[in-house]
Structures are given as structure tokens and as C-alpha cells.
């Protein structure tokens, strides 16, 4: 424990996802220590983060546009959605430099534990989506965890009887893990080898 407003900024770095008491500390001591950290540009950075950027209004992307650039770039195929539960999933989808498709964010997982239903999701606004007659297929792509799989047997469940070919990303993601760790080469083979589900079925 330290004294006052250090104690503050690590409280406050430590809320941050991923960052643990010790890594808070380190960040602390490192802004305290560097003569050289600009403090008043992190801030700036902060502030145009919070007052420009928002989520696409067709996908749920981020950007500072309506409307993300990937929605909005006419080389896209529109007869391919990949649903993904996060913002980060859709930069790691991207790096591999396969999919030539949309992509429709979540935003979460389903977790009952923590009050997370369909409701929470942005699953009304994916079947919306669904009424253009150009979407041929749905790729799910939530991460190979259990709140992941749960959330891809509900998406298949819903999905299948509205008659639009449902796939799943096959082998080369390790169960247990997240889509933003995994390399190109990984997430590459996982599209290529995907398996379509179609009327109970799985390929």
C-alpha cells in the first residue's frame, strides 16, 4: 500500500482487464519514474478515444465513422457474415488476411453467471441483418471457451431453421483460448477448414 494518489493510479490501472496488482504497480512506478512519459498526451489520447470513436451501427466494429470502413468497402462480400464476440476478434480475423466477408460483433459472450443472456447481445441486430436475401452463409467464430461454445450452440440453434448455411471454425484454435492470441497461420487453416452445420448436421 502506498501513500495517496499513488496508491490511486494503481487502483485505477489494476481495473483495467488483464492487468494484475503487480503489472499495476510496475505501470505506476514506470509513469512516476520516466521523466521522459508524456502524461498529458495519454490523457489527450484518452479523452479523443472517448469523444470520437464508436461503435458500427451495422456490424458493432468500432470506428469514427457511422458506419465501419470494412461495412462500408464495396469489395467486401456481402454474402458472408462472421459473427465474433469482440472488436479485437475482427483485427485478429483480419491479419490472416482469409476472410473477405462482413463481420458482426457481439459484443460479449453469453454468461448466465454474470448476467449475460441473448438479450445482452447484439444477436437481434445479426438476424435483422439476415432479412437481405444477399447473406448466403454465417461463419461463428466466438472464441473455443466454454462461454464461447455456449454461445455458438445458441447462435447455431437460432440460425439453422432461417435456412442460411451455418459454419464453425474447425481445428487449429486451442480449446480454453482467445482468437486475439492466435497466430496468422493458426486462425488461417481454422477458415480454410471450417465445417458447415446445416439441419442438425455437421460435416
Known amino acids: ?29 514506470h509513469i512516476i519514474q520516466t521523466e521522459s512519459f508524456d502524461v498529458s498526451r495519454l490523457a489527450h489520447v484518452l479523452q479523443t478515444v472517448r469523444d470520437r470513436v464508436k461503435f458500427c451501427e451495422i456490424c458493432g466494429n468500432v470506428g469514427e465513422q ?3 470502413q470494412i461495412c462500408s468497402d464495396p469489395r467486401r462480400s456481402q454474402a458472408v457474415i462472421c459473427v ?19 463481420y458482426h ?10 448476467g449475460v443472456g441473448p438479450d445482452q447481445l447484439r444477436i437481434k441486430g445479426l438476424l435483422s441483418r ?20 455456449a454461445t455458438a450452440t445458441y447462435l447455431i440453434r437460432t440460425l439453422q ?6 459454419s464453425r471454425l474447425a481445428s487449429g484454435l486451442p480449446v480454453g483460448g482467445d ?25
Open 130 to 149: 439476415l432479412q437481405d436475401a444477399s447473406v448466403e452463409e454465417i461463419i461463428i467464430a466466438t472464441d473455443p471457451n466454454v462461454e464461447g461454445e
Open 84 to 102: 465474433v464476440e469482440e472488436p479485437k476478434d475482427v483485427v485478429a480475423i483480419e491479419r490472416t488476411r482469409e476472410f473477405k466477408g462482413l
Open 1 to 29: 500500500m502506498y501513500d495517496g494518489v499513488v496508491q490511486e493510479l494503481i487502483d485505477e490501472l489494476g481495473r483495467l482487464p488483464g492487468v494484475g496488482p503487480k503489472s499495476a504497480q510496475r505501470i505506476a512506478f
Open 66 to 68: 457511422e458506419v465501419c
Open 179 to 203: 482468437l486475439e492470441f492466435a497466430d496468422e497461420m493458426t486462425l488461417g487453416r481454422a477458415f480454410e477448414g471450417r465445417r458447415r452445420i446445416d439441419s442438425g448436421r455437421v460435416d
Open 161 to 166: 431453421p432461417l435456412g442460411i448455411h451455418v
Open 105 to 114: 460483433v457481439l459484443g460479449g459472450a453469453l454468461n448466465p453467471m454474470n
